[in-house]
């Protein structure tokens, strides 16, 4: 998996297309991604000492991460990660679309 939490992506496919968001979390053995205010889920909930208000709470259900497209942080346009090799020997996300490092 190519992206990572706190990455702005936008979504491709499914019910939630065109959507933008971050990542919350990242789920690699499943290939699934949390991501903010997409695939709102409603969960019915007993009054606890954690929600003591109880009733019908909304929240962010994972998607694949196939469905999902990075947004470029210097274009704005969606766009496929790839890797390069730095001088010093480590390897770095670029963007396929602009050809910049992304921020890790």
């Given at each position: ?8 992506v ?74 390069d ?20």
């Open positions: 998996m190519r992206i990572k939490k706190g990455d702005l936008r979504v491709v496919a499914g019910n939630d297309r065109g959507k933008e968001g971050k990542i919350l979390k990242v789920f690699p053995s499943e290939n699934r991604v949390i991501v903010e205010k997409v695939n709102l889920i409603k969960r019915h909930t007993r009054a606890s000492t954690d929600v003591p208000q109880g009733g019908i709470i909304e929240k962010e259900g994972p998607i694949n991460a196939s469905n999902v497209m990075l947004v470029c942080p210097n274009t704005g346009k969606q766009t496929r990660i790839g890797k090799q730095l001088s010093d020997g480590s390897r770095a996300r670029v963007s396929r679309k602009s050809g910049e490092m992304l921020n890790d």
